[in-house]
């Protein structure tokens, strides 16, 4: 049940919402669509479903083209972030419906109806209509039905967005592990790199309609191809300053250097973009050798266990994620320390040239 993209694209208009893009997705797989909103996620699956058609190339199932063939006429389930069920008939109705239409026998269904009910959380709701649940029940509806269909192609376009934290995080752990054991290929789109990295599998990061890498979320994390990936997966974005190397020391603008060695001593002499995320930037010092930066404090965003500190440095906006609640005051002049090891280098086109230290040593 394999599914391949071959030079795929989307136009509409004078508007290209998807460029040309080779995918192959294997069966029994976790890939998750990783970009911001409007980056061509939802455009992306709607060509894999067959609602749309591309403006060039074509899409394969198990090596047959399929892409000028019906949705209906495919094995496609897909759930989006907006609910939508049948209102006239009740939950158990629902979540039953893409089976009476498969021709299943009666018990059959229904032991598969209550068995998705059971992990979806909507036993004592299934003789409800829609409109009698919450949001997130009708969510939750939507997807047992998606589960019971039996379809080669599940596509999930930000499903958990409206459920509440704690469901959201067991249906994370629960929904990978019943699509792989159906062996259903499964596409999951989402705004969230949390989300992505909590998902596992492979991972494609999209902006403004091109993927930018695809691999398995531990690498496109820790490698990421190029700056537009690096801020794509990293929330907030990846935090970036320019930097020069000559013989063996970095230099930064404000006239510090540090060793080549600690960060990527085996780079060629020029001009180079580093790069480094949020939770890596610290109000302490590190143990051994680090940078120390001078940054004006804009806004301090609290969230409980953590803080969030926005800051200008130079110009540069950057944001620091710092653990605690800190006490600090806009208009305040920080001094933000940071470990070396976690700096990554991208060469003056945006490519990576060196990932971080401790990315390749995990």
């Not at 302490?284 to 803080?307: C, D, Q």
Request: with cysteine; proline share 6%.
């Amino acid at each position: 049940m394999t599914l391949t993209l071959e030079n795929v694209s989307k136009v509409v208009g004078s508007d290209t919402h998807i460029h040309p893009t080779d995918m192959v997705l294997e069966p029994g797989t976790m890939n998750v669509l990783l970009g911001p909103t409007l980056s061509g996620k939802t455009s992306l699956m709607r060509l894999m479903a067959g609602l749309d058609q591309p403006a060039t190339g074509r899409i394969l199932w198990q090596g047959q083209d399929v892409t000028g063939m019906r949705v209906q006429d495919r094995k496609v389930a897909m759930v989006y972030q907006q609910f939508i069920n049948y209102p006239s008939m009740t939950v158990y109705e629902n979540i039953a419906s893409p089976m009476r239409l498969l021709g299943l026998k009666r018990d059959e269904i229904d032991a598969k109806v209550r068995e998705a009910a059971a992990l979806m959380q909507l036993t004592p709701m299934l003789d409800r209509k829609p409109l009698e649940l919450s949001g997130g029940q009708q969510q939750r509806c939507a997807l047992a039905r998606a589960l019971v269909k039996n379809a080669g192609l599940v596509l999930l376009d930000e499903p958990l967005a409206n459920l509440d934290y704690k469901l959201r995080e067991e249906l994370r752990a629960e929904i990978p592990r019943i699509f792989e054991e159906s062996g259903s290929i499964f596409v999951y789109a989402t705004t969230e790199p949390e989300e992505a990295l909590l998902l596992g599998g492979r991972c494609a990061t999209l902006w403004e309609g091109r993927v930018t890498q695809f691999g398995p979320t531990p690498i496109v994390y820790r490698k990421p191809s190029d700056v537009t990936t690096a801020r794509v997966f990293s929330d907030p974005p990846m935090n970036f300053l320019r930097v020069e190397k000559r013989g063996d020391s970095f230099s930064f603008p404000d006239g510090q250097s540090v060793p080549a060695a600690t960060i990527a001593g085996g780079v060629p002499d020029g001009v180079y973009t580093a790069g480094f995320r949020p939770n890596h930037l610290a109000l302490e010092a590190p143990y051994g050798t680090g940078m120390t930066f001078k940054a004006t404090l804009s806004v301090t965003e609290i969230t409980g266990s953590e803080t969030f500190i926005h800051l200008d440095h130079h110009g540069e906006r950057w944001v620091g994620l710092i653990h605690g609640i800190r006490d600090l005051k806009a208009g305040e002049v920080l001094t933000v320390h940071l470990d070396p090891s976690h700096v990554y280098l991208f060469d003056e086109s945006g490519a990576l040239a060196q990932a971080a230290p401790y990315a390749e040593a995990a």
